[in-house]
């Protein structure tokens, strides 16, 4: 009986002294950790997100409790390993961090067979910019795996300017930006509302938008939705046609060219009758349609059509 009470008092003795050192990983899970080192709580993290200078990143090899850390990447995209030395990271995803650490130190002959955990502890750029037409462009914090409508709402969503495409350059991966087409209800849709991460930038694109103005019940600004082919017609009538006062035969159709703008004729009621063509409108083109009546040419010169364009009214939905 002595002998009994003497043995379990030992194995107590021996599992108080052996310490747990099971790591946090980037899936989740119950850990403890070395006294230089506090893990933050688990946080989801996404297998593709991808590794940046300054990040600030936890490690931690199952049953080798000496060798967690938490060190930052430095300016070269460099992260120091205990001894391995500096193991380049910049640009990886976690999963391939890992994997290139833990090959180094079996390589080395440091640990047999390691498994390393990884965990990005603090972002050096925690939000992701969002840039071009929206409503409040700005950086926004995220943590972890938001997607791209997400970050378009929290900006306030799109202008009535905007297209429908969204260009993403992902962090540690700016050679290669996505350029992804967003739709309402396309939430569900992988390819039109990708996956976007800290340190992130989204670029939502101005559409083409063709202004009627003058002599016509609407005059403004129309969206070419869905890269839509718009014609001189289709125009006029979104513009929900020209006022009693129009003077058709003496139309100008103003044109951005690669030597400036370009002003034309046109004769739109010529084009009414099917005598003249009815011409394909690119984005940013001005179809001015004068008044039959007017005393003054100050607003058929062509600065004035401009300006006018510039402070048009753009309609969002087309009837």
């Given at each position: 009986m002595?002998?009994?009470?003497?043995?379990?008092?030992?194995?107590?003795?021996?599992?108080?002294?052996?310490p747990?050192?099971?790591a946090?990983?980037i899936?989740?899970?119950?850990?403890?950790?070395?006294?230089?080192?506090?893990?933050?709580?688990a946080?989801?993290?996404?297998q593709?997100?991808r590794?940046?200078?300054?990040?600030?990143?936890?490690?931690?090899?199952?049953n080798?409790?000496?060798m967690?850390?938490?060190?930052?990447?430095?300016e070269n995209?460099?992260?120091?390993v205990?001894?391995?030395g500096s193991v380049?990271v910049a640009?990886?995803?976690l999963?391939?961090?890992q994997?290139l650490i833990?090959s180094k130190?079996?390589?080395g002959?440091f640990?047999?067979d390691?498994?390393?955990?990884?965990l990005i502890?603090?972002?050096a750029?925690?939000?992701v910019?969002?840039?071009g037409?929206v409503?409040?462009?700005?950086v926004?914090?995220?943590?972890?795996?938001?997607?791209l409508?997400?970050?378009i709402a929290?900006a306030?969503?799109v202008?009535a300017r905007a297209?429908n495409?969204?260009t993403?350059?992902h962090?540690?991966?700016?050679?290669?930006?996505?350029n992804?087409?967003?739709?309402?209800?396309s939430?569900?849709?992988?390819e039109?509302?990708?996956?976007?991460?800290?340190?992130?930038?989204?670029?939502i694109?101005?559409?083409?938008?063709?202004?009627?103005l003058?002599?016509v019940?609407?005059p403004g600004?129309f969206?070419?939705?869905?890269?839509q082919t718009l014609?001189?017609?289709?125009?006029?009538?979104?513009?929900q046609g020209?006022?009693?006062t129009?003077?058709?035969?003496?139309?100008?159709l103003?044109?951005?060219?690669t030597?400036?703008?370009?002003?034309?004729?046109v004769?739109l009621?010529?084009?009414?009758?099917?005598?003249?063509?009815?011409?394909?409108l690119q984005p940013?083109?001005?179809l001015?349609?004068?008044?039959?009546?007017?005393?003054?040419?100050?607003?058929?010169?062509?600065p004035g059509?401009?300006a006018?364009?510039?402070?048009?009214?753009?309609?969002t939905?087309?009837?």
């Amino acid at each position: 009986m002595k002998y009994c009470r003497a043995l379990i008092a030992g194995l107590a003795l021996l599992a108080a002294s052996v310490p747990i050192t099971l790591a946090q990983s980037i899936q989740g899970g119950t850990a403890t950790t070395d006294s230089n080192v506090t893990t933050p709580p688990a946080q989801p993290q996404s297998q593709s997100l991808r590794i940046g200078s300054g990040d600030q990143l936890d490690m931690a090899v199952f049953n080798v409790p000496e060798m967690a850390q938490r060190q930052r990447v430095d300016e070269n995209g460099d992260y120091p390993v205990p001894l391995v030395g500096s193991v380049h990271v910049a640009g990886l995803t976690l999963q391939n961090a890992q994997t290139l650490i833990a090959s180094k130190l079996d390589s080395g002959h440091f640990v047999r067979d390691p498994s390393v955990s990884l965990l990005i502890s603090d972002f050096a750029t925690q939000g992701v910019s969002v840039m071009g037409e929206v409503t409040k462009p700005g950086v926004y914090p995220v943590w972890g795996e938001r997607h791209l409508l997400d970050m378009i709402a929290a900006a306030g969503g799109v202008t009535a300017r905007a297209g429908n495409v969204a260009t993403i350059t992902h962090r540690g991966n700016s050679t290669a930006p996505l350029n992804a087409t967003f739709t309402e209800g396309s939430a569900q849709d992988p390819e039109a509302n990708p996956v976007v991460g800290p340190g992130d930038t989204i670029v939502i694109s101005k559409g083409g938008i063709v202004y009627v103005l003058g002599e016509v019940v609407r005059p403004g600004g129309f969206p070419m939705e869905n890269d839509q082919t718009l014609t001189l017609m289709k125009a006029v009538a979104l513009a929900q046609g020209t006022s009693r006062t129009a003077k058709l035969g003496s139309a100008r159709l103003v044109r951005n060219t690669t030597t400036g703008r370009q002003e034309t004729a046109v004769n739109l009621k010529e084009v009414m009758k099917g005598h003249s063509p009815d011409l394909v409108l690119q984005p940013d083109d001005i179809l001015y349609v004068p008044n039959s009546v007017a005393k003054t040419l100050v607003d058929r010169t062509l600065p004035g059509i401009v300006a006018a364009a510039s402070t048009a009214v753009i309609y969002t939905q087309i009837n």
